[in-house]
């Protein structure tokens, strides 16, 4: 039982209407939220809203039958599964082809989906959008219609006949406009969740707002009309190690960009999990490989330099040769310096944040060195997406990576190498580089 959530574009409101029917649908059903694209602000929410964590869904990291093994190991003893498209329903990677859209996953889970349409000022011009959408690709199901911000019921009623007579696609709510119920903002999108002492009042409005706009009833029934999945599936990670290890990952208000599978894949590679703070931990676990992922830093950077005792424990580690894999927030840790604040340094340079984004794409790597989480010769796909960078003049490491679709740490390259530590500022998620638990576990392993 699913159901995709898309937009028509930008602006249309999809965060707050799909995490509003995740809580509302948690009353009563064990929800299971997706979010498709690479994002990590946006599944924190639906996360708080339905107590399960969301996972994403991504066509350029994964094959179809990746799409449908992840699908199927997140719905494990879930009643309904919930997904959140990215921007409009057709948005790729490139103009022609479905790449990283919302309907290529459609298309692998034969999903039925609800168009969400910013109607202000619309009527008659709502059904043409419609109409657009279904006739554009014939293979996708759209099987209803929200309309946000709607001026008032008349309004509302008067779309909803238009659309349902024009396009015979059945409006199932609207919402009437309310600034109130927006979200701050901020450089990286919405705030992330966890940042937010009042984010489940947030949540709770949402939820209530869409009891009193949306035929949830209606919703459930098309997400029955899904049919079971038969087509192959693909395992998104490889087994490769199967010595008992233990992977320090740093987890607190500064630290926690991760996608749920990467850390299950290196669970699956015979790893224990052992969460640290950054901030607030005077000491790393006892653990044979460690992991930084992405967050904000640049505004945890005084306390994280005030940390002396943790500062010196990951030096320590990395010039113990033990392996440390850091992905964009974790690379800067990993600088001499953010902003002005002195942090870990196993690298000699500052990193910055800037008032223009430096990077924002999908990406395409291909390794030039072996390293501890790849193999010079692969090539994997990834994504960037940051306001910081690291001021370089001469480099004086190796990088690991070749980029040949974005942008990099330094001349289109990242990855940079120091004994067994290997920091990035690309993103990638296992599906893109299944051996990626594996390898990072061989590496502990052998540290």
Request: with cysteine; hydrophobic share 35%; aromatic share 8%.
């Amino acid at each position: 039982m699913r159901i995709i959530l898309a937009g028509t574009g930008s602006a249309v409101g999809k965060t707050t209407i799909a995490t509003g029917i995740m809580k509302a649908l948690s009353e009563k059903y064990n929800v299971q939220p997706f979010k498709v694209g690479p994002d990590y602000i946006d599944p924190s929410y639906h996360t708080l809203a339905t107590k399960n964590t969301s996972r994403n869904l991504d066509s350029f990291f994964m094959s179809e039958g990746q799409v449908r093994d992840s699908y199927n190991k997140a719905m494990i003893n879930k009643d309904i599964a919930v997904i959140e498209g990215v921007r409009g329903l057709y948005e790729g990677i490139d103009s022609i082809n479905d790449i990283g859209s919302t309907a290529s996953i459609a298309k692998s889970l034969e999903a039925p989906v609800i168009l969400i349409i910013n109607s202000r000022s619309l009527v008659k011009s709502a059904a043409a959008l419609v109409l657009g959408f279904q006739s554009l690709d014939p293979k996708i199901n759209i099987a209803g219609v929200i309309l946000n911000k709607v001026k008032n019921k008349a309004h509302y009623l008067k779309t909803k006949r238009s659309i349902e007579e024009i396009t015979k696609v059945e409006v199932i709510g609207g919402i009437i406009r309310d600034d109130s119920i927006s979200i701050e903002q901020r450089h990286l999108g919405l705030v992330p969740a966890r940042e937010r002492e009042n984010s489940l009042k947030f949540i709770d409005i949402w939820s209530k707002t869409i009891k009193e706009s949306i035929d949830l009833d209606r919703l459930v029934e098309i997400a029955k009309s899904s049919p079971k999945i038969k087509s192959e599936t693909t395992p998104i990670w490889n087994k490769l190690n199967k010595q008992k290890v233990k992977i320090g990952v740093a987890y607190d208000e500064a630290f926690n960009f991760y996608y749920k599978e990467n850390i299950e894949s290196i669970e699956a590679n015979n790893a224990k999990i052992e969460y640290f703070s950054p901030l607030n931990d005077e000491h790393l676990p006892d653990i044979d490989g460690l992991y930084i992922g992405g967050g904000y830093p640049e505004l945890f950077s005084k306390e994280l330099s005030l940390n002396k005792n943790m500062l010196k424990e990951i030096k320590a580690f990395h010039l113990d040769n033990r392996p440390i894999f850091a992905e964009c927030g974790g690379l800067m840790y990993l600088m001499e310096s953010i902003h002005e604040d002195k942090v870990v340094n196993v690298y000699p340079y500052k990193s910055i944040l800037t008032d223009k984004v430096q990077a924002l794409k999908y990406t395409i790597a291909e390794v030039q060195e072996d390293n501890i989480i790849s193999k010079k010769g692969e090539k994997f796909h990834g994504h960037e997406f940051h306001y910081s960078k690291v001021l370089i003049d001469k480099p004086k490491h190796k990088f690991a990576f070749k980029i040949t679709r974005g942008k990099g740490s330094f001349n289109n390259q990242d990855g940079f190498i120091e004994k067994n530590t290997l920091a990035s500022y690309v993103h990638s998620h296992v599906a893109a580089m299944p051996n990626f638990g594996g390898n990072l576990c061989l590496s502990a392993r052998e540290g």
